[in-house]
């Protein structure tokens, strides 16, 4: 299985701050990942896919890089609605597999 | 609007059955693979199962194979889970999902829309 390691696991920031959070697969995953959002007792929203395509709908503030086997998702301009925790996933093979998540607190 | 409703959640005591239900709306329903995945109280997501289009083709992880079953009945636009001899630690939400191909004959599969997903609980 192919094991996807996030980084930071949490981090706080302010309003207006720009952060990133790092994803690392275990294997090169080509460019089959994805970036979800979770914000408490909430099903989790589809941000990104295929590294750096936003989903419909999803303001360009999200930014997703990388290939292989590092990703990074950058957020520009913390907003509150942007609080919550962040989770990567690759479709590359079977089983599909998220990271472990990065919850983005308030400072 | 795209809509996916889970149903059937519950508390089921350990050993028991449980088939989980999830109508979609607001799209050709038979032209997705879809899937379900799930997320046990404080931890991340866990996929679960994808199912084809057209329901000829389905995976799962392999700790759950033998014990679930994902299903579709395209004419009633609906998914199904069915879970037997269920554990505690099968205890989470469970979330429908639609998914996109992002390859021709969609052997890589993205997730897009989800639906708000229904507790299942298993004690005794």
């Known amino acids: 299985d192919i094991q996807m390691t996030q980084s930071p696991s949490s981090l706080s920031a302010s309003v207006g701050d720009r952060v990133t959070i790092t994803c690392r697969a275990s294997?090169?995953?080509?460019?089959?990942l994805g970036w979800f959002q979770q914000k408490p007792g909430k099903a989790p929203k589809s941000l990104i896919y295929a590294v750096s395509t936003l989903q419909a709908g999803v303001p360009s503030k999200f930014r997703g890089s990388g290939s292989g086997t590092d990703f990074t998702l950058t957020i520009s301009s913390l907003r509150p609605e942007d609080f919550a925790t962040y989770y990567c996933?690759?479709?590359?093979?079977?089983?599909?597999?998220f990271g472990g998540g990065t919850k983005v607190e308030v400072k | 609007e795209v809509q996916l409703v889970e149903f059937g959640g519950g508390l089921v005591q350990p050993g028991g059955s449980l088939r989980l239900s999830c109508v979609g709306s607001?799209?050709?329903?038979?032209?997705?693979?879809m899937t379900w995945v799930r997320q046990a109280p404080g931890k991340g997501p866990e996929w679960v199962a994808n199912i084809k289009h057209d329901g000829s083709e389905k995976y799962y992880v392999d700790s759950l194979k033998g014990r679930f079953t994902i299903s579709r009945d395209n004419a009633q636009n609906s998914l199904y889970l069915q879970m037997n001899s269920l554990r505690v630690e099968d205890t989470a939400v469970y979330y429908c999902?639609?998914?996109?191909?992002?390859?021709?004959?969609?052997?890589?599969?993205?997730?897009?829309?989800w639906g708000q997903g229904t507790l299942v609980t298993v004690s005794s």
């Open positions: 996933q690759q479709y590359y093979n079977y089983p599909l597999t």
């Open positions: 607001g799209f050709t329903f038979s032209n997705y693979w």
């Open positions: 999902a639609r998914l996109y191909c992002d390859t021709p004959l969609c052997q890589k599969v993205y997730f897009q829309q």
């Open positions: 294997q090169d995953i080509g460019n089959f």
